[in-house]
């Protein structure tokens, strides 16, 4: 077994995270992650604490560590959803996208261990300064909502040098060789998205999730104009990666000219990340928690192989 802080602190089997997936990582993926020995997630966009609780209730039936993530933006609006989550068995709070300090100090008030999101190392320095307890270093291949600046692994290292907390690794991994990867890197584990939101328990419609399993490695973009298009008000610097979609081929690099004449978006969007292309098809999280266990053996075999 793979023993890291990750794993040490919640009492996990293996050291990943699913991420906190609004619209897709309710209470029923993330009980079923945390069951299968990683730390599962909920996420949650813009709610009442009534509505949270509930999913809340449904990851902890379990009697597992799970966690809770929330959007700073939002939360700025209406912050029911964070006394929700204090009040919640949640054993990691995480709060991204926005001016996030004073929910870290509330929730890190009431006990709870907390991370954020960080795209740039000037978003790591920040987040060390404001005193998060986990860093979570989110490259631009990730799917969802973040910055595109940099990809995982050149920001991995940068953070891992400049971190005095552990740091968690997300964009691009979805398989044991990706886990691998960041764990010799330094990372405490992974926090894996896409890969869950074709799992049997995520929330994502059925079209959605056979559209990822069918996605090739190149068949996301990295866009605002999705959110343009569906009237979601996020902060201009957070893009979504997303699978291609034709309103992103017909208004990305025309985004002033679309705010100025508004067009409705037909088609759904499917929020994805590069590592699409790695998942082949909607299984049970247990087998994606599975699957990345494996990386156990190739952290094994690293020192000594010789066979190409
Ligand atoms: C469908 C989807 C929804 C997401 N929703 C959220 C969210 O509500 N809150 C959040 O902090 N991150 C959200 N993210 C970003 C993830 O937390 C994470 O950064 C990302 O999935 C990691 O990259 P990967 O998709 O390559 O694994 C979302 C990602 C996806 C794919």
Same mark, same amino acid.
């Given at each position: 077994?793979?023993?890291?802080?990750?794993?040490?602190?919640?009492?996990?089997?293996?050291?990943?995270?699913?991420?906190?997936?609004?619209?897709?990582?309710?209470?029923? %993926? #993330? *009980?079923?992650?945390? /069951?299968? =020995?990683?730390?599962?997630?909920?996420?949650? $966009? +813009? @709610?009442?604490?009534?509505?949270?609780?509930?999913?809340?209730?449904?990851?902890?039936?379990?009697?597992?560590?799970?966690?809770?993530?929330?959007?700073?933006?939002?939360?700025?609006?209406?912050?029911?959803?964070?006394?929700?989550?204090?009040?919640?068995?949640?054993?990691?709070?995480?709060?991204?996208?926005?001016?996030?300090?004073?929910?870290?100090?509330?929730?890190?008030?009431?006990?709870?261990?907390?991370?954020?999101?960080?795209?740039?190392?000037?978003?790591?320095?920040?987040?060390?300064?404001?005193?998060?307890?986990?860093?979570?270093?989110?490259?631009?291949?990730?799917?969802?909502?973040?910055?595109?600046?940099?990809?995982?692994?050149?920001?991995?290292?940068?953070?891992?040098?400049?971190?005095?907390?552990?740091? %968690? #690794? *997300?964009?691009?991994? /979805?398989? =044991?060789?990706?886990?691998?990867?960041?764990? $010799? +890197? @330094?990372?405490?584990?992974?926090?894996?998205?896409?890969?869950?939101?074709?799992?049997?328990?995520?929330?994502?419609?059925?079209?959605?999730?056979?559209?990822?399993?069918?996605?090739?490695?190149?068949?996301?973009?990295?866009?605002?104009?999705?959110?343009?298009?569906?009237?979601?008000?996020?902060?201009?610097?957070?893009?979504?990666?997303?699978?291609?979609?034709?309103?992103?081929?017909?208004?990305?690099?025309?985004?002033?000219?679309?705010?100025?004449?508004?067009?409705?978006?037909?088609?759904?969007?499917?929020?994805?990340?590069?590592?699409?292309?790695?998942?082949?098809?909607?299984?049970?999280?247990?087998?994606?928690?599975?699957?990345?266990?494996?990386?156990?053996?190739?952290?094994?075999?690293?020192?000594?192989?010789?066979?190409?």
């Amino acid at each position: 077994m793979i023993r890291t802080w990750l794993t040490n602190t919640f009492g996990l089997t293996v050291p990943v995270v699913s991420a906190p997936m609004a619209g897709v990582s309710g209470g029923a %993926l #993330a *009980a079923a992650v945390s /069951a299968a =020995g990683g730390l599962g997630m909920v996420g949650f $966009a +813009a @709610g009442t604490g009534e509505q949270l609780r509930a999913e809340l209730d449904i990851a902890g039936a379990s009697g597992k560590p799970y966690g809770v993530g929330l959007l700073a933006w939002l939360l700025a609006k209406n912050d029911e959803p964070l006394d929700a989550a204090i009040e919640s068995d949640a054993a990691l709070v995480s709060v991204s996208y926005g001016p996030y300090a004073p929910y870290v100090e509330r929730a890190q008030a009431a006990g709870k261990l907390v991370a954020t999101q960080v795209g740039t190392l000037d978003d790591a320095r920040a987040a060390l300064a404001i005193g998060v307890d986990v860093i979570v270093v989110r490259g631009g291949e990730g799917g969802g909502h973040g910055r595109n600046e940099v990809a995982t692994l050149p920001l991995l290292q940068a953070v891992l040098d400049a971190a005095d907390v552990p740091v %968690l #690794a *997300a964009g691009g991994i /979805a398989t =044991g060789r990706g886990l691998a990867a960041v764990l $010799a +890197a @330094g990372a405490a584990g992974a926090w894996v998205g896409t890969a869950f939101t074709v799992a049997t328990e995520a929330a994502t419609p059925d079209a959605g999730k056979q559209a990822v399993a069918a996605a090739g490695l190149a068949d996301t973009t990295y866009t605002t104009v999705l959110d343009i298009g569906r009237g979601a008000d996020w902060p201009a610097e957070f893009g979504g990666r997303a699978l291609r979609h034709p309103y992103a081929d017909k208004w990305h690099g025309r985004e002033d000219e679309l705010r100025a004449n508004p067009e409705p978006m037909e088609e759904p969007v499917t929020w994805a990340g590069q590592a699409a292309g790695l998942v082949a098809r909607p299984r049970p999280a247990a087998d994606i928690v599975a699957e990345l266990a494996t990386a156990e053996r190739y952290l094994g075999e690293v020192a000594n192989r010789t066979d190409g």
